[in-house]
């Protein structure tokens, strides 16, 4: 459980509640990670919740650098952001199911192939 400016972070409404004091302090575009539950986009427009994927969980210690480095590919690529969070996802997905760190990053095949197989969350 997480917690922000005294928030706990226990449901998509705390978080919701988190991003819109980000908001507030002039942050534009806010994604709050949300383990399996996928990731929370927040931007003045509203909210969008994007799924995660269902996977066996290995071990996470790459699972946030995997999810920010997919991030940084996908807004350099200029993909909408809701677009870029569902790759992250997949990304962070695919991470946690290997032991290690290095060895546990996918490279680009594998997660096209991920999502091409697990539509359902797209």
């Known amino acids: 459980m997480a917690s922000f400016k005294g928030i706990k972070i226990k449901s998509l409404e705390d978080a919701k509640t ?6 507030e ?14 990731a929370l986009i927040i931007t ?6 994007v799924p995660g994927y269902k996977v066996n969980p290995v071990d996470s210690v790459a699972a946030g650098d995997s999810f920010n ?16 969070v569902r790759f992250t996802n997949a990304v962070g997905a695919l991470t946690v ?3 290690g760190a290095i060895p546990s990053l996918p490279n680009l095949k594998e997660v096209q192939e ?3 197989q697990n539509k359902e969350y797209v």
């Open 114 to 116: 991920f999502m091409e």
């Open 18 to 23: 988190a991003g819109k004091i980000l908001l």
């Open 44 to 49: 003045e427009s509203g909210a969008i919740h």
């Open 69 to 84: 480095g997919a991030l940084a590919v996908g807004i350099s690529n200029g993909k909408p952001l809701h677009e870029v």
């Open 97 to 99: 199911t290997k032991e």
């Open 25 to 38: 302090k002039g942050v534009k575009n806010i994604i709050i990670t949300l383990a399996e539950k996928g």
